[in-house]
Nanobody, 121 residues
Framework: QLQASGGGLVQPGGSLRLSCAASGFTLDYYGVGWFRQAPGAKREGVAFVHTNVGQTSFANSVKGRFTIFRDYAKNTVYLQMNSLKPEDTAVYSC????????????????WGQGTLVTVSS
């Protein structure tokens, strides 16, 4: 299973790091995506890290502000979010799988529960 954590309240311009920890399987062999869903909006893919080291994908809305990286020893994938904006407010979830289109929520095998990120002054 996957466990997402690290959400909270942050001021605009601030940073947060979300964690996606796996148990019962090894994340090394899976692509991992982060998705978010704001109230009244559809789920949006924001970042993805491929099984190949160094290959990542980002939504245009977060490019240059968010990074995604793995800690193989901890079987965890992180989403580092910088320069946060109020429009980044959402419930963030992580997923693992082998999707053909990484930033779409289809074709993922495992999903973690969401963690709430609120960007507000």
């Amino acid at each position: 299973q996957l466990q997402a954590s690290g959400g909270g309240l942050v001021q605009p311009g601030g940073s947060l790091r979300l964690s996606c920890a796996a148990s019962g399987f090894t994340l090394d062999y899976y692509g991992v995506g982060w998705f978010r869903q704001a109230p009244g909006a559809k789920r949006e893919g924001v970042a993805f890290v491929h099984t190949n080291v160094g290959q990542t994908s980002f939504a245009n809305s977060v490019k240059g502000r968010f990074t995604i990286f793995r800690d193989y020893a901890k079987n965890t994938v992180y989403l580092q979010m910088n320069s946060l904006k109020p429009e980044d407010t959402a419930v963030y979830s992580c997923a693992a799988g082998h999707p053909s289109i990484p930033l779409l929520p289809d074709e993922y095998e495992y999903w973690g529960q969401g963690t709430l990120v609120t960007v507000s002054s």
